[in-house]
């Protein structure tokens, strides 16, 4: 199927004029292959000669290109053209090359000529998907056990070659989707979003560097198409198909494939595929009478097949009758639980399957049903003991045997939905249910604590496979975990997308670790008041910082009611706290609070201890914000020697700490000595964070500061720029950082006289900053400074000197009349006061 962007390229390509283009594009339309002519010219407004005419140019033209044209007549040219596009627009040998490799992650698929009965299914849902809207969307609904997910994965190996551009498998029950999508394009394509920008803006990336070619995106097993699907779909292209596997009903406005039962005589082949035709043919109505029983259903008949299989003496009858006993067993069973909501057929097929597990072989299937319904991976090679793992060994094997669970690959397994209900019943039904569980949530907490609060991208690549399987266990399996770990996946979570700058996904988590300490903890515990302190550090990180103060304040009250006055937690909080007032300007309520913090980790921690370190670098930036430049700079060059001697050059607080002391320097004109440790600083952080992450925006805005301060503009715009960028991305158009970046550019822009650039952004500054710091916050009186000065270099005194008055009285009142900052704007006001009057 032709895109229209393509075509319309083709005729550019081809110096078509606008007329012929018109009569192209539609000629050639997919949709318009069994349209006349004379159809086609009457919805173009012309006359039938006309249209015929503007094609026997356009087929002269291409003919250049493509020379078999020229000996084709009639409709053999038409259809001739279309090939040869078709050739170009999928990577044939007539335009670039073929793409060497489709890349796909397609889950594994029984042959082809075992999945049978599907014929017209497939032919169908090839068909929807190539004649749909601008994204072609087919859900393929139908109830469990009927082989939607195995008819979608047929469907993408088959047609393979049609989708140069890949075929990309989402699973809608797994990690968020949006997350599948990124590490894809990252697996297959190299396409690496930067880090710190916002989720949607990652895919928009992806989606506008996607190889070239035709897309299949499957979203397999989608319960809720408006949280699963909506929001991750690609842009309008026609090269973008999507299919989704669904048991839901959805609304008309999306195209759906119904998928029913097999047909009988298809269910009787499946059979013979996986039972010897011999056994069948010597009792040929019981087998008959066996597909009925079992509905039809193609995972039904699967598990029988593979059950008969391992029992090659026992008879059809025998089987008919067992099926029999065990539909009345699930009947009554049903009634008493309300879990049992699965079709017949496949329950009675799985407690045969289940008859013949060993006791070890049904514990590991119980065990692996506690995972979420997505990608399990599972090593055994893990398990220490050698015979507890040659146990979990073999109990794999006989599951797969037995078709209870798929391998995807290597230390990847999958469930069905219908088997993880029934080994969850299962496992309901026993009286070691709760010890399982117990014991299955303190092994995922020991996975949880490998999250570390910042998370690198070796980190992110590492977990990202077990992220919904921790989410499972927060979700629904709280009640199992200790008092001690109740809120390890919930933090860890929030660690997992805080780190990676994804606000939106971690702030539900940490609201959750609250309530769920609240509730079972009560008020009163340790870990409550670290559910607070991580919740404040959230709305601290995207600038809410009427939020954060009062958990901040409340983890302090609680930490030393609880833990008394000495104690670590103690000095995280006074940190925390004096942290927030920093950034709020209230620097005289921060200095008391970073000093104890010191002395009291000093004091537990001994003076080698890198959280001494972190109070030193604490210290040392309140007293460079108050300009006591001779105090902080000792303080910075402990913390980085401490640093670089407890965690070695190579660690992301050695950059933090390079950062630190390059811009006090700056600070103080010291630029030559400013300039390598800021470049140290970028480079590590980029060699250990990758090159987009928030730290690397901070890095180029302070480089550019540096440029800035020492006249080299044209080297500053472009940090500023990125910088700029991607904090948007990142934090989105309301923060803080993004006041600082417009402020930085625009002065910049003031600074060579560019003012007509500079005042929108210093207009937006000061307006951000009010709204978020409040009136009186000292990067408000910096703001109103710096626009006094643009309407005083552009002679608007009368604009000027209000502002000029306003940014002196917040200095003066929120840092003191010696304040450095204080004393710069006074010198501005008094120059301007001699210039505007004299």
Not at 219 to 235: A, E, G, M, R
Not at 266 to 275: F, G, Q, S
Not at 415 to 437: G, N, T, Y
Request: hydrophobic share 40%; net charge negative.
């Amino acid at each position: 199927m032709l895109s229209a962007d393509f075509l319309a390229n083709e005729a550019a390509t081809n110096s078509l004029s606008p007329e012929q283009t018109a009569a192209f594009v539609e000629r050639l339309k997919t949709e318009n292959s069994d349209k006349s002519e004379l159809n086609l010219a009457i919805e173009l407004g012309i006359e039938e000669n006309t249209f015929t005419k503007r094609m026997t140019a356009v087929y002269k033209k291409f003919a250049q290109s493509y020379p078999e044209l020229a000996t084709s007549k009639g409709r053999g040219k038409l259809e001739k053209l279309r090939a040869c596009l078709t050739r170009k627009y999928n990577g044939g040998q007539d335009a670039h090359p073929t793409i060497k490799e489709i890349h796909h992650n397609i889950p594994p698929a029984i042959p082809f000529e075992k999945f049978v009965g599907r014929e017209a299914e497939l032919q169908n849902l090839h068909s929807s998907l190539q004649t749909s809207g601008q994204v072609a969307i087919v859900a393929v609904a139908g109830m469990g056990g009927v082989g939607k997910t195995e008819l979608a994965s047929q469907y993408a190996k088959q047609h393979l070659q049609n989708y140069q551009g890949g075929v990309c498998w989402l699973s809608a029950q797994g990690i968020d989707v949006a997350i599948q999508i990124l590490r894809f394009a990252e697996l297959k394509f190299k396409l690496i979003a930067p880090d710190d920008w916002e989720l949607a803006d990652r895919l928009r990336y992806c989606w506008q560097n996607w190889q070239q070619g035709e897309v299949l995106l499957v979203f397999d097993n989608v319960s809720d198409y408006k949280k699963q699907v909506q929001p991750y779909l690609p842009p309008e292209s026609l090269r973008f198909k999507v299919l989704l596997t669904t048991r839901e009903k959805f609304d008309r406005t999306l195209p759906q494939l119904p998928l029913g039962v097999l047909k009988p005589l298809a269910a009787m082949k499946l059979l013979k595929l996986l039972v010897d035709r011999e056994r069948l043919k010597s009792e040929p109505w019981v087998a008959r009478e066996i597909c009925k029983f079992l509905g039809y259903l193609p995972l039904a008949l699967e598990l029988v097949g593979r059950y008969l299989d391992t029992m090659p003496d026992l008879s059809l009858e025998t089987l008919h009758k067992r099926l029999e006993k065990k539909r009345l067993e699930h009947e009554s069973i049903a009634k008493a639980n309300l879990l049992m909501r699965y079709e017949y057929g496949v329950a009675e097929a799985f407690a045969l399957s289940w008859e013949q597990l060993d006791e070890n072989t049904r514990f590991v299937g119980c065990w692996l049903s506690l995972y979420a319904l997505a990608d399990i991976p599972f090593s055994v090679k893990e398990i220490e003991d050698d015979d507890e793992q040659e146990l979990w060994e073999k109990a794999i094997a006989q599951l797969e045997k037995l078709h209870l669970i798929q391998r995807q690959s290597q230390g990847i397994y999958r469930l069905h939905p219908l088997i993880r209900q029934f080994f969850q019943m299962k496992l309901d039904e026993s009286s070691e249910a709760d010890k399982v569980k117990t014991n299955f949530t303190a092994h995922m907490v020991e996975v949880a604590k490998q999250i570390p609060q910042q998370p690198n991208r070796e980190d992110i690549f590492n977990l990202t496979p077990f992220i919904p399987h921790l989410a499972e266990v927060a979700t629904y399996l709280s009640q199992y975990l200790s008092d001690e770990d109740l809120i390890t996946p919930f933090t860890r979570l929030g660690y997992f997308y805080d780190g990676q700058g994804l606000y939106q996904q971690a702030e539900p988590w940490y609201k959750l670790c609250k309530e769920v300490a609240e509730n079972r903890l009560g008020l009163e515990h340790p870990n409550v008041a670290a559910t607070l302190n991580n919740l404040a550090g959230l709305y601290k990180s995207t600038g809410r910082y009427s939020e954060a103060e009062p958990l901040y304040l409340q983890a302090w009250e609680l930490t030393k009611r609880l833990q008394g006055d000495n104690h670590l937690d103690v000095a995280t909080s006074l940190n925390n706290l004096a942290g927030l007032y920093e950034s709020t300007g209230r620097y005289s309520e921060a200095e008391p609070l970073f000093l104890q913090a010191l002395s009291l980790t000093k004091r537990l921690q001994g003076d080698n201890h890198p959280d001494v370190a972190t109070s030193l670098n604490n210290l040392a930036g309140l007293y460079e914000s108050t300009g006591r430049y001779s105090e902080a700079e000792p303080l910075y060059l402990q913390a980085l020697e401490l640093r670089k001697r407890l965690l070695g050059d190579n660690h992301s607080t050695v950059a933090t700490s390079l950062n630190n002391l390059a811009a006090l320097y700056c600070s103080t004109e010291r630029y030559s000595e400013a300039e390598p440790l800021y470049l140290q600083a970028l480079e590590l952080i980029k060699c250990l964070l990758g090159d987009n992450h928030p730290h690397v925006a901070n890095s180029f805005n302070n480089l550019a500061v540096l440029y800035c301060s020492t006249g080299r503009y044209s080297e500053a715009e472009p940090l500023y720029q990125q910088a700029l960028e991607l904090r948007k991305r990142l934090l989105g158009d309301n923060h803080p950082h993004i006041a600082n970046s417009f402020n930085n550019l625009a002065a910049l822009y003031d600074s060579t006289r560019r003012y007509s650039e500079a005042e929108p952004l210093f207009q937006q500054a000061l307006e951000l900053r009010k709204r978020l710091l409040g009136d009186n916050h000292p990067n408000v009186a910096d703001s109103l400074n710096n626009l006094a000065l643009l309407y005083d270099s552009t002679g608007r005194y009368r604009e000027a000197e209000p502002l000029f008055q306003q940014a002196l009285a917040i200095c003066e009142q929120a840092l003191g009349v010696g304040h450095p900052d204080t004393m710069r704007v006074r010198g501005n006001y008094a120059i301007f006061l001699r210039k505007a009057y004299r």
